[in-house]
């Protein structure tokens, strides 16, 4: 099911590319933040690579893009694909991200992975007409002319570089800055990390209630949710940041506080957050149980959830400890979404911060 679906997407891409390739188009300019719009090209079911790939971001613009949000979204996807086609299959490669702002107001940016290279003649050729760096007849050529043609729309530039020896390729690109401040998003370090915020269809029109619900409540109460995230795991603590604003209606609603040791939590008031996600064990020692035993002994009645896979035993012993749920692994953003209605919205615990 996952490869049909990648196959029916990534040829819903080449179609799209080909149909635009031989009209025109049109912009519908919005106010965008880079980041989502990355976040959102990485959950693409045809984009997910095979091999282990490491993300990193060197982000040096603060405002948000003026641009055609869907059009972006196929620039970088194209970008994407090229890349990942290019890399040899079990094949550990870097990709970064990196901003700049460029004299006219424009935000230079630059896709670069260590793992493919390609010489000068065909750095010349990428960008004119059906060039393709593909062997195969299903690609043509036109997603480096899609890009060539979204980026000038913008009034932007679309330039590659590479080397052989060192085996690296980056594709440059400039785009409108908006005079908006770009806001944060979780974003993933790892390609292990890619759609585990990916939803299924039939989940999306319950996201939207439960969304509609967190809104709602928050602007008639003129509140924001206060959640602790607790964990000794950098891995863990991305992943479930990234769950948690992948919705970004909910980015300015929530404040998040990270702990890495139950020793540093303690220093918070309890009676100010909304919402606690632990893990359990802490280096080894089921840390996360004695906490929520000492949470509950104290008659704290803040919502606490854990998002660890534990076997049966332990899951046993983490409900008698005092804990409202368990995450099933990797964490559903529907399913905390709920919870947080459910054991917060509900007026079973209401402390809110105003």
Not at 59 to 78: A, C, G, M, S, T
Not at 108 to 130: A, H
Request: net charge negative; proline share 2%; charged share 25%.
């Amino acid at each position: 099911m996952k490869t049909i679906k990648s196959v029916f997407s990534s040829t819903k891409n080449m179609l799209s590319n080909l149909r635009d390739a031989n009209q025109e188009v049109s912009l519908d300019q919005d106010n965008c933040d880079l980041a989502q719009l990355i976040n959102e090209c990485l959950q693409e079911k045809f984009l997910i690579p095979t091999f282990h790939t490491d993300f990193i971001y060197k982000f040096h613009h603060k405002n948000k893009l003026w641009v055609d949000r869907e059009k972006v979204k196929r620039i970088i996807n194209n970008c994407l694909q090229n890349i990942f086609t290019a890399v040899r299959s079990n094949y550990s490669i870097t990709l970064s991200f990196i901003t700049e702002v460029t004299s006219d107001n424009f935000c230079e940016i630059t896709i670069k992975n260590t793992g493919s290279s390609c010489n000068d003649i065909v750095l010349q050729r990428l960008f004119k007409g059906n060039y393709s760096t593909k062997s195969d007849v299903l690609n043509q050529g036109t997603g480096t002319g899609i890009i060539k043609k979204f980026v000038n729309l913008h009034g932007g530039d679309v330039w590659a570089d590479s080397s052989v020896d060192q085996n690296w390729f980056s594709i440059h690109f400039t785009l409108p800055l908006s005079k908006l401040p770009a806001l944060k998003h979780s974003l993933p370090s790892n390609s292990s990390m890619i759609g585990l915020s990916s939803l299924h269809k039939e989940s999306e029109a319950q996201i939207k209630v439960y969304e509609d619900k967190i809104i709602s409540y928050c602007s008639s109460h003129d509140a924001h949710l206060r959640i602790v995230l607790l964990d000794d795991e950098n891995e863990h603590l991305s992943m479930v940041k990234s769950i948690l604003f992948s919705s970004g209606r909910l980015v300015n609603l929530i404040e998040l506080i990270t702990f890495d040791s139950t020793h540093a939590f303690k220093s918070i008031d309890i009676d100010t957050i909304d919402l606690l996600i632990t893990d359990i064990d802490f280096h080894g020692k089921p840390e996360g149980i004695n906490l929520i035993r000492e949470i509950r002994d104290g008659g704290r009645l803040v919502p606490i959830c854990t998002h660890s896979d534990h076997s049966i035993t332990q899951a046993k012993e983490i409900y008698e400890a005092g804990v409202d749920f368990v995450f099933e692994k990797p964490v559903q953003l529907l399913h905390l979404l709920k919870f947080i209605c459910q054991k917060i919205l509900k007026g079973d615990k209401t402390s809110l911060q105003r």
